[in-house]
């Protein structure tokens, strides 16, 4: 099939273009980055819109391991996200990042290419490989381009990040061990995982639950996040936040399908997910940086997620696909905005910044549709996937799996509080410079598909 031979290319696209970055010169960098991100975008579009699909490479083959990638229900939606939200990051890159811009692009296309081989891997050992070389070029988007405190928030970051992958690997060793035939291929595991050992499985999927709640993250494995969004430079937020934190909501939706003892535990991580939503609602609220503000809301949204997945049913399930789209491109366009702020006024701070409206009419609307978009008005996507999860939540769980509507809520009255006291405020901050029209292109862009998404779901809710 044509879509199979468009399949490695999602991947290897970021890597050839690794050729090109070095060959041309420092200037030209970033232009590479754009292509290689343009080209990726094509290409897993053309994939997606083929249908299901698969490609095998042999590898290690007396041990299991292969580049197995597979287009399915489950990943396709998380692989439109990551092409948009990395097409999204690569546009304003020339803007935030104007120092060893070779090495950003060598992070950036090796951070490109691992995380979608994430979502495409179908072989339980190279998805490890590609979510560990994902957390490593974060590691490092911060540590060498962050803010003043980047050096704590990078370590702090990957200490986090190395825990959950270990606690993965230690996880996927055990599968592997236990199974029989062994193997590391999920399309096999799917239907042999079941007859591991109930003591085993409940092992399991303890050491891959905390290492998925660690990763997206839910409370009380939450803490890096909003340093390391408080640190890093806009297009690592962007992506951190956009993609990487999908991760864990598509190992837990892998997880919950794989071991039948861990649904039945199910109830629990819903529990875990409601007190994070609420809990990192009421601390966005008291936060005075507009950037460490957003970083809570992430926390609340990947909470509402994790209720989805917890139902474990179809419109759970479905929701939280879409959550995890909408979420992506939502507060990757947030993010976009705030880290514009700092760049046009020198300060994320909520109390210095008045009256954006008077100065960056664009910039304004984006970051209040933006904003809407987050908390899932009508007509965007966040709305389709909140109701498909509170849905599926609700036919799980009764009333309680509707608890986290009190997140949304307070995360909403948080951003008009935002908007009327920076953007819309009659009080007016002199900036500093003028943003880059860049910008405006790809929050332009973001807005587009979170908007389409939300009108015409069926295009995506159709490969389910």
């Known amino acids: 099939m044509l879509s199979s031979l468009f399949l490695p290319l999602i991947i290897v696209i970021p890597l050839l273009s690794l050729l090109a970055l070095f060959l041309l010169g420092e200037d030209r960098s970033h232009d590479v980055v754009k292509a290689s991100a343009v080209l990726v975008f094509i290409a897993t579009l053309a994939t997606v819109f083929q249908g299901s699909s698969s490609f095998i490479l042999p590898y290690l083959a007396s041990v299991g391991i292969s580049l197995h990638l597979v ?12 092409a948009i ?31 979608l081989g994430v979502f495409l891997s179908y072989n339980l050992f190279m998805f490890y490989v590609f979510w560990e070389i994902s957390e490593i070029m974060m590691f490092f988007f911060i540590f060498v381009y962050g803010g003043t405190m980047r050096r704590y928030a990078a370590f702090k970051f990957i200490i986090y990040s190395l825990t959950s992958s ?5 996880g996927i060793m055990l599968i592997y061990a236990n199974v029989n035939p062994h193997t590391f291929d999920l399309s096999l595991l799917m239907q042999s995982a079941q007859t591991i050992q109930p003591g085993m499985q409940l092992g399991i999927s303890v050491l891959l639950l905390i290492s998925f709640m660690i990763k997206m993250p839910v409370f009380p494995f939450h803490s890096w996040l909003p340093d390391a969004h408080t640190e890093a430079p806009t297009t690592g937020s962007m992506i951190l936040a956009g993609v990487l934190l999908k991760f864990g909501g598509y190992g837990l939706l892998l997880l919950l399908s794989m071991l039948p003892v861990a649904r039945h535990y199910s109830l629990y991580i819903m529990a875990f997910a409601v007190f994070s939503t609420v809990y990192s609602a009421l601390a966005a609220i008291k936060q005075s940086n507009i950037k460490r503000a957003i970083a809570y809301t992430s926390i609340t949204d990947m909470g509402i997620i994790a209720v989805g997945l917890a139902a474990y049913n179809a419109l759970g399930s479905m929701g939280a696909l879409y959550g995890m789209l909408s979420h992506g491109i939502a507060i990757s366009l947030l993010f976009l905005i705030a880290g514009t702020l700092n760049e046009t006024y020198n300060t994320f ?10 100065n960056f009419t664009d910039m304004t609307y984006l970051f209040i549709i933006g904003a809407l978009a987050a908390i899932g008005i009508p007509l965007t996507s966040g709305f389709i996937g909140d109701i498909l999860i509170f849905l599926g939540s609700y036919g799980t769980f009764g009333l309680i799996g509707l608890l986290p509507i009190t997140g949304i809520l307070l995360i909403g009255a948080m951003m008009l509080w935002i908007i009327e006291r920076v953007f819309v405020s009659r009080k007016e901050t002199e900036p500093y410079a003028e943003p880059d029209r860049s910008v405006l292109y790809s929050g332009s862009m973001l807005l587009f598909f979170s908007i389409l998404f939300g009108i015409v779901p069926f295009i995506l809710l159709g490969f389910r």
């Open 71 to 82: 287009v399915n229900s489950f990943n396709s939606i998380l692989l439109i996200m990551a």
């Open 85 to 115: 939200v990395y097409l999204a990051a690569s546009l304003v890159g020339d803007y935030f990042i104007k120092r060893n811009r070779k090495m950003y692009g060598l992070f950036f296309l090796l951070a490109e290419a691992s995380s």
């Open 166 to 170: 270990l606690l993965l690997l230690i």
């Open 349 to 358: 701070d909520i109390n210095k910044i008045k009256g954006v409206i008077a």
